[in-house]
Every structure is written in structure tokens, then in C-alpha cells.
DNA sequence: GAGTAAACCGAACGGTCGGTCGGTTCCAGG
DNA sequence: CCTGGAACCGACCGACCGTTCGGTTTACTC
């Protein structure tokens, strides 16, 4: 929240990162095009002009909010990644693996997950962060592709619908995870999300 | 896609409804706040003022959009909440009634369903949508909570939390669907989602 | 306390926004 | 052929957009 400079203290002075924060939190409200520079500098409590001092303007603040959420669920498929070569039975770890891993991601950076599922492509920033982001989703379908091949999964359901659908549910939770004391925790909602995924919602 | 008024045949003029297609498909495009009148006036082929002749002003696209799909929505309940009462096992046909109806309409009327489920809440008439909204969400989450109380549903999951996902996974049919010939039919994908959140992935 | 650089501000810029207005074109009914 | 209304258009409006710029305040060093 508060940004100090180095290792001195001015009262509370925004750095980029910290300015992203207020800024990505606004995105989300009002949608990125709604938003308007002088609803950042009133969430940030300062000028609007004074914005243009950390950051060169308003899409920076967007390429950097999305970036971030394209590093982390990035990130977190090269951990995957480095699993293999898998045994036939090993291949459904992986992809549970990689359905909790993308819940945990998606709550610990929920806001920047947030606004990254939102953009819409209309600027040259846009367009490259869906890039960024359909190749994470292929990576992602690969993982159930594979799983399927190796004969784990249901062979009733074509592959990449089930991924789509799987990896839909698990972005959708977006729309509704709001972290606080008394709620749901990450693991309590990616728990979920696995177990509702592999094994479904009926008594057996 | 081309409009005539009444019984007559002029060549190709807007209807309220028609200018409303293309409208919304410009929307779900560029998003609402990213589409200026300029824009609608292009993908329609006349000008910016003639809008105006037909529909009020912008904003009535949005709530004539949103307002179909919630009306679609808001039918497809009625007719479950017909079916009661039911004994405890039919609780369960019930929910997945409720879930294979849902992904239908969202086909049936996918751009303003899309449009509906993008809506930030920046003015009254989107608040009042996501009102309307929520209270759909309120009535799917009842049919689940109630299969759960009769006992047909898994017990490790929260009836609540199980809802959201299995209503997020449905929703998100919106991201990626698009109809057309050799592709995946409506009932292709409503089949699907029900299939996998009621037996989940696994291969048993 | 003088000097410095970061942080911030007020005023203004050109451009675009949603919307208005006074027409003109088109076409069916008489 | 004339008329009336629906459909449409070009020009324009005030407001607000993202951004710029010159100047002021602040906090820290020497």
C-alpha cells in the first residue's frame, strides 16, 4: 500500500509499482476503457499530472498490470514443465498440478489475473498481452492433450473442449474470490476446483 | 442480419432490433465503454446521427442487449422452477437441467449474453442489470444448495462455492464458442460441461 | 541554510466523445 | 404527380479525454 523510497522515509510517496497498485485496483471497477486518468489520481489521492511523473502514461499501467500476471502463471508452467518425462499415470498429477497451481496464481495475483481476463485487444498492448496469454492457454491444453493420450482421462470428452471448459471454471473464479479472514482460502477454492474437475459434482 | 419494415420491402433499413445485432456485436468486439458511436455508425454503414432515429442514444443499446439475455435466462428458470415439487433424487435432474438449459441459451443468444456477463456497473442501467443478474445466480445457486439438502450431491463441497464454479464454468462458454458449420453444436457443449461437472474428468 | 532532485500541482492543449439540429432523400398511398 | 413521414446525412455542440508543461513544494545532503 504505503511505497518508501529506498531505505529513507518520505511519509507515503508512490513508486510505479505502487501506482499500479491503486491503478490496476480501479481498472478492475470500472474496466480499463471506463476508467479515466482522473479517477486514478483521485483513487491515488494525488494530480492527475503528477501520475506522468512515475509513469509515462495510462497504457503503461496496463502492459505492466498484465505483464505481471503473464510472468507469474508463466513461471508457474516451467515448473511443470521440468516434471518430465512422466509415466502414462503421471500424466493426471500433471494436469491436476497445473489446475491447482493456476487457482493458487490466480488468487495470489487476483487483481492482475483479473485485468489480464479482461483485455479486450483494441491497442497494439492489448493484442500482445492476448498473445502472451493464448500461448499460456496452449500450453495448458497440451497438458490435458497429453493426459488424454495417455489414456487417464475420460475418452467421452474431446480434449481441448474439456480444457477450455476446465481452465474456464478456474478463470472464472475471478468474477467472485475476494480474499478476507473468514473466507474461503487459495487452497480451500483450488481444492475445490480440483476435485469438482476430476471427479465431479455427484454422490457416488 | 438485413431488416424490413413490417410487411413492406424497403431495400435494407434499421429496425431498433437489427441496428441493436450489429450494435452488440461491436461491443463485445471493442467492450462497451471501448466503442464510441463512431464506431457503430461504421459497422452499421450510416452515420453517427442516424442512430438516433432509431434508438435513443447508446445507453438504450446496452439495456435492450442485456435485457434480452436476462429476459432468456429469467424464462429458462421459470420453466424449472415449475417442476417442483420433486422427490430428493430429482433434485439432481433438476441441477442438471438447470445447467444444460443455461449453456443453450448462452449459445442461443451468445452476443448478448456475452455483452450481459461484461457489464461493469459504471452507470444505473448497468447496475441495474447486475442486479437482475445476480438474482439468476441466486436462483441457480438455490437448486444446487437444495439437491445438496436432499442429499444427492458430493458432501466435501460447499453447495455455495461448488455453484460458483459449475456457473463460472458455464459462463465462460462465452470466451471461446463461436457457431458455425463443422464446429461444436450447442447441445455438443451443454453435453459436455454437464457430463464433466456431474462425473468430473477422471477415467474410471 | 543553500543546493538539488524527486514529487507534485494547476492550467491548458488538441482531440474525441456522445449527442443535437436543420436539413435532404426516399418511397408508399392518394 | 403530390404529399407526408420514415430514414438518413453533414455540421456542429459542450464536455471530457489523455497528455504536456512551467512552476512550486518537499525532503534530504552538505
Redesign the pocket.
Known amino acids: 500500500m504505503s511505497a518508501q523510497?529506498g531505505a529513507?522515509?518520505?511519509?507515503t510517496?508512490?513508486?510505479p509499482d505502487s501506482l499500479l497498485e491503486v491503478a490496476v485496483a480501479v481498472f478492475n471497477e470500472r474496466g480499463y476503457d471506463g476508467?479515466?486518468?482522473?479517477d486514478l489520481a483521485r483513487a491515488a489521492g494525488?494530480?492527475?499530472?503528477?501520475i506522468?511523473?512515475?509513469v509515462k502514461?495510462?497504457?503503461e499501467l496496463l502492459t505492466r498490470g498484465v505483464n505481471r500476471a503473464l510472468d507469474a502463471l508463466n513461471a508457474s508452467l516451467d515448473a511443470l514443465d521440468t516434471l518430465e518425462p512422466l509415466p502414462d499415470a503421471g500424466e493426471l498429477d500433471r494436469v491436476e498440478q497445473a489446475v491447482f497451481r493456476a487457482v493458487q496464481i490466480l488468487v495470489e495475483e487476483l487483481p492482475y489475473v483479473t485485468l489480464l481476463l479482461r483485455v479486450r485487444g483494441n491497442t497494439e498492448a492489448e493484442r500482445a498481452a492476448q498473445a502472451r496469454r493464448r500461448e499460456i492457454d496452449r500450453r495448458l491444453a497440451g497438458f490435458v492433450e497429453r493426459a488424454a493420450t495417455a489414456g487417464v482421462l475420460r475418452a467421452d470428452l474431446d480434449p481441448h473442449l474439456a480444457s477450455r471448459l476446465v481452465f474456464g471454471m478456474v478463470n472464472s473464479v475471478v468474477e467472485w474470490y475476494r480474499p478476507g479472514p473468514g473466507r474461503w482460502s487459495a487452497d480451500d477454492v483450488a481444492s475445490a476446483v480440483t476435485h469438482l474437475v476430476f471427479d465431479g459434482l455427484r454422490r457416488r
Chains 1, 2 share one sequence.
Do not use: P, Q
Open positions: 523510497t529513507s522515509s518520505r511519509r510517496t508512490y513508486t476508467t479515466s486518468m482522473e494525488i494530480t492527475k499530472s503528477s506522468y511523473h512515475h502514461g495510462k497504457e
